[in-house]
Nanobody
């Protein structure tokens, strides 16, 4: 079994910064991809940023230039540095991992989510 635990959410004023962390633990054979998604009330969950095993990054257009995804392989942890935050960034941010528990099995795992609120 694999667990993803997020931390770092909170309340911040517009223009401020936050850094989210997501630590993966459990029966991890290989992490293929990790990313951050967000969901606001009444809206669908959208991709924010994704980082592949090979180091490729993908960002939503609305966060390009403001958010940066990175990782610490030794800690199986992915980070999301969020700068120049806007009220429209307010959402529950969830970590996703596409993780192999053995050479033959890969699945998507989700964290519990962390609230980010940006006040104007």
């Amino acid at each position: 079994q694999v667990q993803l635990v997020e931390s770092g959410g909170g309340l911040v004023q517009a223009g401020g910064s936050l850094r989210l962390s997501c630590a993966a633990s459990g029966s991890i054979f290989r992490i293929n991809e990790m990313g951050w998604y967000r969901q606001s009330p009444g809206k669908q969950r959208d991709m924010v940023a994704v980082l592949t095993r090979g180091g490729e990054t993908t960002y939503a257009g609305s966060v390009k230039g403001r958010f940066t995804i990175s990782r610490d392989n030794a800690k199986n942890t992915v980070y999301l540095q969020m700068n120049s935050l806007k009220p429209e960034d307010t959402a529950v941010y969830s970590c996703n991992g596409r993780i192999q528990t053995n050479i033959n099995y890969v699945a998507n795992y989700w964290g519990q989510g962390t609230q980010v609120t940006v006040s104007s």
